[in-house]
């Protein structure tokens, strides 16, 4: 079975701090993917990667960044934390853009 | 730009009784339509998917049908149970641009005992 961690589940950070989620997938995944979930607006785009060293914005970058620098591990960046980032973030991978996606558990950030 | 709208938001059916969610996708170009459950405090889970060149597919009590003339595809669960309470997750993937797969909004699914 894919497996996906996420180094949280629940992190509290307050306004300004430098934030870093990390996601590890062990499958061997070209493709890994951040996204947020906010109610109503269901499951929001942040950056993917498609192969180690490479990133395409999603639909909501701002504000954040990421880093692959090795195929198994994707960290999102959040620069300068704001409280309108208090959010779940997902992780996910998947072996080819057109195929399933794996999530992970899910990080819960509070930005105080 | 591409968008795939759920409906309907919330949905509440007796235990046994079953439930439909219905997705309609604006991009044409997509052809591959999975299906996630997502569990409170977990993330969401693949339940079922279906592609563009298939009109139903089933695995147990769990169907998928897919109208490509009219862009739109749907969930049917039948003879609910309590664990099918959970949020459900349609999407989309455009063939052109196959790392953008696109979400519905979610359903939340509540089953009445």
């Known amino acids: 079975d894919v497996k996906v961690t996420q180094s949280s589940r629940y992190l509290v950070k307050r306004t300004g701090e430098k934030v870093f989620l990390e996601c590890v997938q062990d499958?061997?995944?070209?493709?890994m993917f951040w996204y947020r979930q906010d109610p109503g607006l269901g499951l929001r785009l942040i950056y993917f990667?498609?192969?180690?060293?490479?990133?395409e914005k999603g639909d909501i970058p701002e504000g954040y960044s990421v880093s692959r620098e090795k195929k198994e591990r994707f960290s999102l960046i959040l620069e300068s934390a704001s409280t309108n980032q208090t959010s779940m973030y997902l992780c996910?991978?998947?072996?080819?853009?057109?195929?399933?996606?794996?999530f992970g558990p899910g990080t819960r950030l509070l930005v105080l | 730009g591409e968008n795939v709208e759920q409906h309907p938001s919330t949905l509440s059916v007796q235990e046994g009784d079953s439930a439909v969610i219905k997705c309609t996708y604006s991009?044409?170009?997509?052809?591959?339509f999975p299906w996630y459950k997502q569990e409170l405090g977990k993330g969401p889970q693949l339940i079922i998917d279906?592609?563009?060149?298939?009109g139903e597919k089933k695995d147990q009590r769990i169907a998928v049908t897919l109208n490509k003339t009219a862009k739109h595809f749907s969930l049917h669960i039948t003879e609910t149970q309590p664990e099918d309470s959970a949020v459900y997750f349609c999407?989309?993937?455009?063939?052109?641009?196959?790392?953008?797969?696109?979400f519905g909004s979610g359903t939340r699914l509540s089953i009445r005992p």
């Open positions: 996910a991978s998947s072996l080819n853009p057109r195929e399933t996606q794996y």
């Open positions: 499958m061997d995944h070209e493709n």
């Open positions: 990667s498609y192969d180690v060293k490479m990133k």
């Open positions: 991009d044409s170009a997509s052809n591959y």
């Open positions: 279906i592609r563009s060149n298939v």
């Open positions: 999407a989309a993937i455009r063939y052109s641009s196959a790392s953008k797969i696109i």
